[in-house]
């Protein structure tokens, strides 16, 4: 039972260089969403998918995009990576019909050179 | 403000005692709260899960939640080292898709 599956688990990117961070769950749950963790600001919402082929901002969206890409499958893309996108990402799903907790990947620690 | 503080810590104990975190909320529609346990390098999961004002306790654990203050505890008996990580809360309202709004964390070390 993998749960929340996230790749890659580790990346370092130059300024400007563009990536794609993949989330996988297996257990058929309808919301997906993605954080970034900083040291002494939590977890803060990037972006979330609340069904197949829905996606909304969160918190702190700009220079990040998302693709649904099936009830499974939720990436994030950095289109042309800056320093302060440095962080720990995590991805995270729910059931949708009700307040749910989420259940979350191990992360991908992403430094951006 | 935020919408949920919580003390950063980090909060060291030694082993077998009794251990208190605390956040306080300022949105009275929160109604779902939850504690998440997160050890290093890995995700968030899951540890308690209760709805409104009360207590809910799981085995060595007793998360607390006082509506009128705006208030929400997690208090682990025993402590073990194995306690050892961040604990963050998260809260979210009534709606079918409320987003969770997550404290900073607290880091807790227990000492043997």
């Known amino acids: 039972n993998a749960g929340v599956t996230q790749t890659p688990k580790f990346q370092v990117l130059k300024t400007g260089q563009s990536m794609t961070l993949q989330c996988a769950q297996d257990?058929?749950?309808?919301?997906m969403y993605w954080y970034r963790q900083d040291p002494g600001m939590g977890l803060r919402l990037i972006y979330y998918?609340?069904?197949?082929?829905?996606?909304d901002k969160g918190e702190v969206p700009n220079g990040y995009n998302v693709s649904r890409l099936n009830k499974r499958e939720f990436s994030l893309r950095l289109e042309s990576a800056a320093p302060s996108q440095t962080s720990v990402y995590f991805c995270?799903?729910?059931?949708?019909?009700?307040?749910?907790?989420?259940?979350f990947g191990d992360g991908t620690r992403l430094s951006i050179l | 403000q935020k919408e949920v503080e919580q003390d950063p810590g980090p909060l060291s104990v030694p082993e077998g005692a009794i251990v208190s975190l605390n956040c306080t909320y300022s949105?009275?529609?929160?109604?779902?709260f939850m504690w998440y346990r997160q050890y290093s390098r890995k995700g968030p999961e899951l540890l308690m899960y209760?709805?409104?004002?009360g207590n809910k306790e799981d085995g060595r654990f007793t998360a607390q939640v006082d509506k009128s203050s705006k208030y929400i505890s997690l208090f682990i008996r025993d402590s073990q080292p194995s306690d050892s990580a961040t604990y963050l809360c998260?809260?979210?309202?009534?709606?079918?898709?409320?987003?969770?709004?997550f404290g900073t964390g607290t880091r807790l070390t227990i000492i043997p």
């Open positions: 995270a799903s729910s059931e949708r019909d009700r307040p749910q907790p989420q259940h």
């Open positions: 257990m058929n749950h309808n919301s």
């Open positions: 998918s609340a069904s197949e082929g829905t996606t």
């Open positions: 949105n009275s529609a929160f109604q779902y």
């Open positions: 209760t709805y409104s004002s």
């Open positions: 998260a809260t979210t309202g009534r709606g079918g898709n409320e987003k969770l709004t």
